[in-house]
T-cell receptor, first 115, second 113 residues
């Protein structure tokens, strides 16, 4: 079975641009969550979507937005890119919500570089 | 105070050693607890869920102390393949806020031959 897939794998943008990152969950998983990981730090939670509704949001500015589609795939959008947005963006899928001891299965990530 | 704090590391140990990682969390309403492992330039993968009764999986033992808001991971008989960064992960239910998953900074382990 296919795992979580993310596209693109690498991306280079300039300050002020917009970026869209995509994630396809494991078949049957209804929850998708997004994380930002900078070098030397643990992943930082951005959003969780479950059954196409936003169920959680981390401490990120409104420049970050996301959505989940009827097929449970998801997009993360970042507007007005800043140098500090350079990071590895991870997507994870699971059967359900965080509080139910649901294992998060991570994709390989998209490495975003903002110049 | 950070929501999830781990031993800063790094840990360098010889093969066969026993190593312990510690983690504290600040939100007493947290309901689920995990240890994830992340190899260099790879995505995190679940190592163990941590339950109130404690749990063991081969050479790995995890414990949870809700009163002290403390989680631990013990690795016995370390192997070279255990070299990785270990992430303490806690779900958080901030008052009036939405559920989120909080990762510690990670503790890097290197097992030497």
């Amino acid at each position: 079975d296919a795992g979580v897939t993310q596209s693109p794998t690498h991306l280079i943008k300039t300050r002020g641009q917009h970026v869209t990152l995509r994630c396809s969950p494991i078949s049957g998983h209804k929850s998708v969550s997004w994380y930002q990981q900078v070098l030397g730090q643990g992943p930082q939670f951005i959003f969780q979507y479950y059954e196409k509704e936003e169920r959680g949001r981390g401490n990120f500015p409104d420049r970050f937005s996301a959505r989940q589609f009827p097929n449970y795939s998801s997009e993360l959008n970042v507007n007005a890119l800043l140098l500090g947005d350079s990071a590895l963006y991870l997507c994870a899928s699971s059967w359900g919500l965080f509080s139910s001891y649901n294992e998060q299965f991570f994709g390989p990530g998209t490495r975003l570089t903002v110049l | 105070r950070k929501e999830v704090e781990q031993d800063p590391g790094p840990f360098n140990v010889p093969e066969g050693a026993t190593v312990a990682f510690n983690c504290t969390y600040s939100n007493s309403a947290s309901q689920s607890f995990f240890w994830y492992r992340q190899d260099c330039r790879k995505e995190p993968k679940l190592l163990m869920s941590v339950y109130s009764s404690g749990n063991e999986d081969g050479r790995f033992t995890a414990q949870l102390n809700r009163a002290s808001q403390y989680i631990s991971l013990l690795i016995r008989d370390s192997k070279l393949s255990d070299s990785a960064t270990y992430l303490c992960v806690v779900n958080s239910l901030p008052q009036g806020g939405s559920e989120k998953l909080v990762f510690g900074k990670g503790t890097k382990l290197t097992v030497n031959p």
